[in-house]
Structures are given as structure tokens and as C-alpha cells.
């Protein structure tokens, strides 16, 4: 509790600052962004979003298909051959997948957060051009906000410009 009152102590005497600083400006010396709603809504996420379920499902299948195969083998050991299961092979198989499963989530998990990079480096650079065309001195995330005027929210602007500028953004292929 101690820690929201000293953060919202700071927060209004920033305001306060901000305010004392752009009274004379024609515009507000500061401007706020909602950028949850441009992660969600932007063309750039949504194709984040699409590709990374479609290759998350490419490697589940991937893996359930090696799964099922092993579970074949383990079930049917060929007639007259030593059994898979009692010469652990199969164990050294299944844990072959399970290594390969991991890696497969690595791989999955940097790709979307490489191009989660893209689109956050984007946003950054769009909402500094348009701070600095309007004279703004800061921008803040509009959820860091307790209140603020019409007039400083800059989320439909921002949102619009990076949808025309990176309408999609390609994970990066992933090699085996």
C-alpha cells in the first residue's frame, strides 16, 4: 500500500511539473498511449498472433505424430527381434522426444519474441515522431495514467500510422 501512495504521490507531481512546464504551449506537454489496445488490435500483432498459433500447432503436430509412432513401436516390438521397450531403446527414444519438444518451444518462443521486437521497436519510433511533431515532452502508457484530459490521447493516430507502416511482420523461419 505504502508503494502505490509513493507512486502516486510521484505520479501527480510529475503531472504537476508537466503542467507548470506546457502552460504557456498551445498543446499538452503530455500525451498517453494505450498500448494494450495497439498489441491487440494492430494488423502487425493479429499477424503475430495467427503465425504463431500456426507454427505452435505445426510443431505439436510434429511431436504428436513422433509420440504416436513411439507408442506403435513400444506396443508391437517386431516378431523375433529383441524388444525395444527391454533394451531401452525405447526409453532413449522417448527421451530423444522429449529433448526434441523442448527445443521445439525454444525455437517457438524466441521466434515470437523476436518478432514481438519488431513490433515494439515500430511502436517506439512512431510514438516518438509524433511526440516530437506535437511537442510533447512525454508520452506514458494511458494504464500508468489516474486521469487525464481529453485531447492527450494519442492511441488512434499511433495505431492508424503503424498499421501503414508495418501492416505484418514474418516470424523468422525456424531451421531444424
Known sequence: MISVNRALVVALALVNCFCIIGADAAEPAIGVVNVDRIRTESKAARSIEDQADQLRQKYQDEIAKIEDKLRKQAALPALGSKSTASDGGFEKQYKNLQTLARSRKRQWENAVTQA?????????????????????????????????????????????????????????????
Not at 142 to 148: K, M, Q, R
Not at 153 to 171: A, C, F, S
Open 116 to 176: 514481438n521486437a519488431k513490433l515494439e521497436n515500430k511502436l517506439s519510433e512512431i510514438v516518438a515522431r509524433i511526440a516530437q511533431s506535437k511537442g510533447l515532452l512525454t508520452v506514458i502508457n494511458v494504464s500508468a495514467t489516474l486521469f487525464s484530459q481529453e485531447g492527450i490521447d494519442l492511441t488512434t493516430e499511433v495505431l492508424e500510422r503503424l498499421n501503414e507502416e508495418l501492416p505484418d511482420i514474418k516470424i523468422a523461419p525456424i531451421s531444424d
